[in-house]
């Protein structure tokens, strides 16, 4: 990648280099972390409020991109996952965009399942 860089931009006073500070805040220099390993407590709350508010849905680990705060918890040694209760329509995606928008239900069922999975998951009542 570094090479194809270099190709394109194609001046030899302009220098193409990773910045393997993992806890700067550059965002696209970050170093690659490693994903932690799928922990059982975690997933297991998460199994329950997603069969309670979307039964019959899939739990499916990815790799999201962009900058992310668990860069530093993981550098830090805490393993962090990401995760999202929000529905976003298939063919209405407009994340970032200048018109960026969710449906008002997608917002009101994602605080609710946020409120679940933190009670769920801190053994909170």
Do not use: W
Request: aromatic share 6%; net charge negative.
């Amino acid at each position: 990648m570094r090479e194809k860089l270099t190709a394109l931009i194609g001046d030899p006073k302009v220098d193409v280099k990773l910045v393997a500070d993992v806890a700067s805040d550059s965002g696209e220099n970050d170093k690659s972390i490693s994903s932690p390993p799928l922990n059982k407590e975690v997933f297991s709350a998460l199994r329950a409020v997603v069969d309670e508010i979307f039964p019959g849905t899939p739990i499916i680990p990815e790799m999201e991109t962009g900058a992310s705060d668990s860069k530093l918890t993981m550098a830090a040694g805490i393993p962090s996952y990401g995760l999202c209760g929000m529905g976003i329509d298939d063919h209405d995606n407009r994340g970032h965009g200048k018109d960026e928008r969710i449906r008002v239900e997608a917002f009101y069922t994602e605080v609710q399942f946020d409120y679940l999975y933190l009670k769920r998951l801190t053994g909170t009542k």
